[in-house]
């Protein structure tokens, strides 16, 4: 399939399919050059994609979803060690919704304060 087609079905843009080849994210397993030199992505490449998409909704970064998207699909990383990668990521992100959770706690006390002044000033 041409990469127009490709970005219709994954929902992504040419530019980001092109990107993510560039990256190494997508390699001869899932798109060949044909005589013409136009790229011919194979139905591996929407499985591919989809699966970084979902990687990076559930907050991995690029590079780590590069550095275990192999193992991950040739099941070099057992049952034990994809439940660890995972719940590393859990950890990672209660630690961000932890710092979120400060950040709008000390936002909520600025306005609480800000609120005041103006009453007090208005009074």
């Known amino acids: ?8 079905i994954t929902g992504l843009s040419v530019d980001t399919i092109r990107f993510y080849e560039k990256r190494g ?12 030199n136009y790229r011919d992505y194979r139905e591996t490449a929407v499985t591919r994609l989809r699966l970084i998409r979902q990687g990076k909704r559930l907050g991995f970064t690029l590079a780590e979803i590069q550095q275990e998207i192999t193992a991950w699909e040739s099941d070099r990383l057992s ?9 590393h990521k859990i950890t990672l992100i209660d630690e961000q919704v932890a710092a979120l959770q400060q950040t709008k706690a000390y936002l909520q006390e600025k306005i609480d304060w800000v609120s005041a002044q103006a009453t007090e000033t208005s009074a």
């Open 1 to 8: 399939m041409k990469i127009r087609e490709l970005a219709a």
């Open 79 to 87: 049952i034990p060690e994809k439940v660890s990668l995972l719940q």
């Open 25 to 36: 994210l997508l390699d001869h397993t899932h798109v060949q050059r044909q005589g013409n």
